[in-house]
């Protein structure tokens, strides 16, 4: 039985990741709506102050990408490790308990993907807008934070009894 010690970090990592960007994304458009909210005041901005907050933020939701992208693929690296080694766990109940924990998990990011999604054809991809497409993002994040903490009980939890029934000899059949 091959440990899914090492991949649980790092998943847990780049959970714990896709958590602090999912924060900066909702800070970043608190921001913007600061920006304009001053803007609208007539207040003095710089004409490139939007501009670079657009492009910064951009830059941010590419680099959340990435990190969704290397989340899956190594997520699916530890499901893939567990699945192969469910015989050490204590029977179908906590292989049932695992499964719905696992199916939550996924239908919160799944939801979130697709808030994402709306929320990028409602604004056009041009800019980004005040209206429904900023608070589709806004829920978007705060349903992938709760998904991304779900994952990481999640992965920690199945991971600890793995390792467990590993330390108290249990020999899995392949």
């Known amino acids: 039985m091959r440990s899914p010690a090492r991949l649980?970090?790092?998943?847990?990592?780049?959970?714990?990741?896709?958590?602090?960007?999912?924060?900066?994304?909702?800070?970043?458009?608190h921001l913007y709506l600061g920006l304009v909210w001053h803007g609208l005041a007539r207040e003095f901005l710089p004409g490139t102050t939007?501009?670079?907050h657009a492009r910064q933020f951009r830059i941010?939701?590419?680099?959340q990408a990435v990190i969704w992208l290397l989340?899956?693929?190594?997520?699916?690296?530890w499901f893939h490790r567990v699945r192969r080694n469910r015989r050490a766990l204590d029977g179908a109940q906590s292989g049932a308990q695992g499964?719905?924990?696992?199916?939550?998990?996924?239908?919160?990011?799944?939801?979130a993907l697709g808030a994402e999604l709306v929320?990028?054809?409602?604004?056009?991809?041009?800019?980004l807008d005040l209206g429904g497409p900023m608070q589709t993002l806004i829920l978007a994040q705060c349903l992938?934070?709760?998904?991304?903490?779900?994952?990481?009980?999640?992965v920690r939890r199945v991971t600890r009894?793995?390792?467990a029934a590993r330390a108290a000899g249990v020999r899995p059949t392949r």
């Open 8 to 29: 649980a970090l790092a998943v847990i990592v780049l959970l714990a990741t896709d958590v602090g960007l999912s924060w900066m994304v909702i800070q970043g458009a």
């Open 50 to 52: 939007l501009a670079e």
């Open 60 to 63: 941010l939701r590419y680099l």
């Open 71 to 77: 989340t899956a693929i190594l997520a699916a690296m």
């Open 99 to 111: 499964g719905a924990a696992l199916a939550w998990c996924c239908a919160l990011l799944l939801t």
């Open 119 to 127: 929320a990028a054809l409602l604004a056009g991809g041009a800019r």
């Open 144 to 154: 992938e934070i709760a998904g991304a903490v779900v994952g990481i009980v999640l």
């Open 161 to 163: 009894r793995l390792e």
